[in-house]
């Protein structure tokens, strides 16, 4: 790996060429992974696409007039200092606010990029050029910024905002609410029926445990083989199994840790009340993020939690 400072003109303008390369087919990456949520702003990917197209091509013309048309293959992990960027354009469907977040990183960048090579440039023409391009890039934010009030209108982005919520609700929020859902109520009976029937708060630990990890792996699974997110939106079917999974147990884990202390009395006491937290939390996310009125929310969780809790409780006394 080369340092900064070694690289002589010649290479300094091919490092420049493959830069504005990669970054004239990210965005158009992000053009093509957000035209069919986000419209508008896969519009707005698209110009910031031919805009590095004309810096490359400027940067071609000038390396053609001092070195000749040979570009040395010199990349950016070629050389020291560049940040890693995570390949976020491969995700589909694309996260609007990480990609947002995602081109102002490669903006700030490739301007840092110009400037310094800029300095140590000694051939008039080519330092004019870095020079040039790292105020467009300082400029580009801005650009960016008017291609969206072009683009982007109020309405636009409200609806492509809104568009944003219901996928996340779609692919993070309801896989989530449904394991978390799940992992609370469903194991409440056989924690607290081994609680009862044992009186030894460590049994009902490891039936808690069991029956966490357990209802886990089956809701996951479930989860992931329901569909394959290509119709309803729903996307990659083992990231929502992952989560729909790993919200089971975690719903299932918080009510059973309790049952870890030693005094019978105080674990079902600790249990009872981190039962009506996880009810609580249940009750916000479906008011929060599914529309639902809290009353008839807390009502609904209430009243199949208190339905669950008693049949642990009825069979364990028996």
């Given at each position: 790996?080369?340092?900064?400072?070694?690289?002589?003109?010649?290479?300094?303008?091919?490092?420049?060429?493959?830069?504005?390369?990669?970054?004239?087919?990210?965005?158009?990456?992000?053009?093509?992974?957000?035209?069919?949520?986000?419209?508008?702003?896969?519009?707005?990917?698209?110009?910031?696409?031919q805009e590095e197209s004309g810096h490359r091509r400027r940067l071609i013309e000038l390396h053609q007039a001092r070195f000749g048309d040979h570009l040395p293959l010199i990349r950016r992990q070629d050389v020291k200092g560049f940040?890693?960027?995570?390949?976020?354009?491969?995700?589909?469907?694309?996260?609007?606010?990480?990609?947002?977040?995602?081109?102002?990183?490669?903006?700030?960048?490739?301007?840092?990029?110009?400037?310094?090579?800029?300095?140590?440039?000694?051939?008039?023409?080519?330092?004019?050029?870095?020079?040039?391009?790292?105020?467009?890039?300082?400029?580009?934010?801005?650009?960016?910024?008017?291609?969206?009030?072009?683009?982007?209108?109020?309405?636009?982005?409200?609806?492509?905002?809104?568009?944003?919520?219901?996928?996340?609700?779609?692919?993070?929020?309801?896989?989530?609410?449904?394991?978390?859902?799940?992992?609370?109520?469903?194991?409440?009976?056989?924690?607290?029926?081994?609680?009862?029937?044992?009186?030894?708060?460590?049994?009902?630990?490891?039936?808690?445990?069991?029956?966490?990890?357990?209802?886990?792996?089956?809701?996951?699974?479930?989860?992931?083989?329901?569909?394959?997110?290509s119709l309803t939106g729903r996307g990659h079917p083992w990231m929502r199994g992952l989560i729909c999974g790993l919200m089971t147990a975690l719903g299932g884990i918080g009510h059973t840790l309790p049952f870890l202390l030693a005094?019978?009395?105080?674990?079902?006491?600790?249990?009872?009340?981190?039962?009506?937290?996880?009810?609580?939390?249940?009750?916000?996310?479906?008011?929060?993020?599914?529309?639902?009125?809290?009353?008839?929310?807390?009502?609904?969780?209430?009243?199949?939690?208190?339905?669950?809790?008693?049949?642990?409780?009825?069979?364990?006394?028996?």
């Open positions: 790996m080369r340092s900064f400072d070694s690289l002589s003109e010649r290479e300094i303008l091919s490092l420049a060429v493959s830069l504005e390369e990669e970054d004239e087919r990210i965005y158009g990456d992000f053009a093509d992974g957000l035209r069919e949520n986000y419209p508008a702003t896969a519009d707005m990917f698209e110009g910031m696409r940040v890693n960027r995570k390949p976020v354009w491969l995700m589909r469907p694309l996260p609007l606010e990480i990609v947002r977040r995602q081109a102002a990183s490669m903006e700030l960048e490739t301007r840092n990029f110009y400037l310094k090579a800029a300095a140590r440039a000694t051939d008039a023409g080519i330092r004019q050029l870095l020079d040039d391009l790292a105020q467009e890039e300082r400029a580009h934010e801005d650009r960016a910024e008017a291609l969206g009030r072009d683009k982007l209108s109020p309405g636009v982005r409200h609806t492509e905002d809104e568009t944003n919520r219901r996928l996340f609700v779609l692919q993070v929020v309801q896989p989530g609410l449904a394991g978390l859902m799940d992992g609370s109520v469903s194991t409440l009976a056989p924690v607290f029926a081994a609680a009862i029937a044992t009186q030894k708060p460590y049994d009902a630990f490891l039936v808690g445990l069991a029956a966490s990890i357990g209802a886990g792996i089956s809701m996951g699974f479930a989860e992931a083989l329901s569909d394959d997110g005094d019978f009395h105080v674990a079902m006491t600790a249990a009872i009340a981190v039962v009506l937290v996880e009810l609580g939390i249940i009750t916000w996310i479906r008011q929060r993020y599914m529309d639902t009125p809290i009353w008839s929310a807390a009502l609904q969780v209430g009243f199949g939690g208190a339905l669950v809790f008693a049949t642990g409780i009825l069979i364990g006394s028996s």
